[in-house]
T-cell receptor, first 114, second 113 residues
């Protein structure tokens, strides 16, 4: 158990809909990262928050947004969903904001868009 | 364009033998490299890392080698155990510049007893 929790575990929704994925980081970790893993793809970095502020942005679509709340949990919002958004979404946390800090991953949320 | 490549999607090894997983990168500015292991239905877990100032880092059965001139790193597992069967991801970053980790697509290792 990494100490990072993600809810829900599975999500099935239709095209055009909007969903929210939730992540609670390990106790004491200030950074939260979101990754997408599609079929045959590695982990694609989406976005990082550090202590409530956006720190880095990767290949995140405009239809996607995220935020980190004062209690440090984070939510990833996916809207106008398309079939291609079906993927595993991982959240990770680390104590610092640099990539040299070990990242601890949650178990992921599997999103299926039908 | 993939900056981190794991060209072997899968590798099969017998228990007790050496497993060698390879990773190539294209960005010469990368200065920090990591390996993560992932079991089904779980998130990736950190395995071992190496800074660009070193060419080898060892942790128990796991050793990572870095060849900067070839832009290549490898993970050696000796001896391999059935519990090592998992997907292994290579990742890299410009740690000093504060960039995010770039992951490869992974290599599935199967260790048979």
């Amino acid at each position: 158990d990494s100490g990072v929790t993600q809810t829900p575990k599975h999500l099935i929704t239709a095209t055009g809909q909007r969903v929210t994925l939730r992540c609670s980081p390990r106790s004491g970790d200030l950074s939260v990262y979101w990754y997408q893993q599609s079929l045959d793809q590695g982990l694609q970095f989406l976005i990082q928050y550090y202590n409530g502020e956006e720190r880095a942005k990767g290949n995140i679509l405009e239809r996607f947004s995220a935020q980190q709340f004062p209690d440090l949990h984070s939510e990833l919002n996916l809207s106008s969903l398309e079939l291609g958004d079906s993927a595993l979404y991982f959240c990770a946390s680390s104590v610092g904001h640099l990539s040299s800090y070990e990242q601890y991953f949650g178990p992921g949320t599997r999103l299926t868009v039908t | 364009d993939q900056q981190v490549k794991q060209n072997s999607p899968s590798l099969s090894v017998q228990e007790g033998r050496i497993s060698i997983l390879n990773c190539d990168y294209t960005n010469s500015m990368f200065d920090y490299f990591l390996w993560y292991k992932k079991y089904p239905a779980e998130g990736p877990t950190f395995l071992i890392s190496i800074s660009s100032i070193k060419d080898k880092n060892e942790d128990g059965r796991f050793t990572v080698f870095l060849n900067k001139s070839a832009k290549h790193l490898s993970l050696h597992i000796v001896p391999s155990q059935p519990g090592d069967s998992a997907v292994y991801f290579c990742a890299a970053s410009e740690a000093q510049a504060g960039t995010a980790l770039i992951f490869g697509k992974g290599t599935t290792l199967s260790v048979s007893s």
